[in-house]
């Protein structure tokens, strides 16, 4: 009886075993099956359009509304053409403007007891800048003053004679021979203080100080820097020693190399624009103010000098500098754009055009030249077109920031 019910036990295990089995194989065949028909039927196009990434749903336009616009500086104009202005770019040095430098020594030779002005002082046309103490100064005064001497005796001698004639005392020809004696010491007198002038030395302050020692002061013929100093007290100085290098830094030169091949194109005259590292946002305009006649022949440039007013002083002599010249607008008008107007994506230069004044799309652009901050348009973009001249930069982040809110 037990062996008989264990049998039957086993046997009903089987078959619920077995029921089991079929069912769940039944239904995973039927959800394979179910699988394989939704991928069969579904559309091919849709699924293509998934296997891109969702590209197609990326947005290729930026809504903005005008209030938005307004508050953020975003300027739409109309594409036109104008007429830009060709310019060569060179590179130059900035030079001391050699009409306006002055090397200081004395006339004559001399002791040096005393220095009035240092390396880098502002000096006025005139300015005292060493004391001399000089012998060959002595000599002269002493000619000067026995000339003067002289000039007095023979006024006196040519009065006395002028009364005698008169009197009838003295022969006429006696005239004669005194106005001769004073017209030549006259003479010797002009020509000792002309001397004295032209060594540097004041008569106002000789002739008030007939028995103290002179010293001859060596002044600044030209306002401007000191820029060399040799000065040194107690040193012997003569005129063929430079005691001081004085020079006008208001006006000064940018010495540039203009390429053969663009010779054509400049001319005496021509407006240029001058920068300086040292100050990138300043333009320093000047003026071609001569064109050498020899071409260098190792680097086939001609030199050119640009004269430039130097206010406050910013230009420095030996700063390396970036030259921009301009030539004649002779050229027929282009389409051209903003440089602030382009940006950058993908490569690529891109403006944002619009049509109903609130939606942009990015336009990739072909350009050709650049000038005055216009850049000529060659394609990509026509004529009465709408596009942002201002605010392109924002346009271009909205439009990134609605790329990554689709991925």
């Keep these: 009886m037990n062996k008989k019910g264990i049998i039957i036990g086993v046997a009903l295990a089987i078959a619920l075993t077995s029921g089991f089995y079929y069912r769940f194989s039944h239904l995973a065949t039927g959800t394979g099956e179910e699988k394989t028909h939704n991928e069969v039927t579904e559309p091919k196009g849709k699924s293509e359009g998934k296997d891109e990434g969702g590209k197609d749903d990326v947005p290729k336009t930026v809504s903005m509304t005008l209030e938005t616009q307004k508050e953020f500086g975003v300027v739409v104009a109309t594409a036109g053409k104008e007429r830009l202005a060709d310019a060569i770019s060179v590179t130059g040095k900035v030079e001391v403007n050699s009409d306006r430098i002055a090397h200081v020594s004395p006339r004559i030779s001399g002791k040096i007891t005393s220095v009035k002005a240092l390396l880098g002082d502002s000096v006025a046309s005139g300015q005292m800048l060493v004391m001399l103490d000089s012998v060959e100064l002595d000599e002269a005064i002493n000619r000067y003053r026995q000339s003067k001497a002289k000039l007095s005796l023979a006024k006196n001698n040519l009065d006395r004679i002028n009364a005698l004639v008169e009197k009838k005392i003295a022969a006429r020809k006696e005239i004669h021979q005194a106005d001769t004696d004073y017209q030549v010491t006259s003479s010797e007198l002009y020509a000792d203080k002309e001397r004295l002038v032209l060594y540097g030395l004041s008569l106002a302050d ?118 921009e010249v301009a030539l ?54 026509k004529e009465g077109e709408r596009y942002a001249v201002k605010g392109g930069f ?7 920031k609605g790329e990554l809110g689709e991925e």
């Design 206 to 323: 000789l002739d008030g100080s007939d028995h103290k020692r002179q010293l001859l002061p060596v002044r600044s013929p030209i306002g401007g820097v000191i820029t060399e100093k040799y000065a040194i007290v107690g040193e012997l100085a003569d005129p063929t020693k430079n005691l001081y290098t004085v020079a006008d830094l208001s006006s000064v030169w940018v010495m540039v190399d203009i390429n053969e091949k663009d010779l054509a194109k400049v001319r005496k005259g021509q407006e240029a624009i001058v920068r300086v590292g040292a100050f990138p946002d300043l333009n320093f305009p000047g003026r071609i103010s001569h064109i050498a006649d020899v071409v260098d022949d190792a680097t086939r440039t001609v030199k050119a000098r640009i004269e430039v007013q130097n206010t406050g002083r910013k230009l420095k002599p030996e700063m390396f500098a970036s030259v």
């Design 328 to 381: 004649p607008a002779d050229m027929p008008p282009v389409l051209a754009v903003p440089e602030d107007a382009l940006q950058d994506m993908e490569g690529k230069k891109v403006v944002f055009v619009t049509e109903n004044g609130t939606e942009f799309e990015p336009r990739p652009l072909e350009l050709g030249r650049a000038s005055g901050g216009q850049v000529e348009v060659t394609g990509g973009l």
């Design 394 to 400: 924002l346009l271009k982040s909205e439009l990134k």
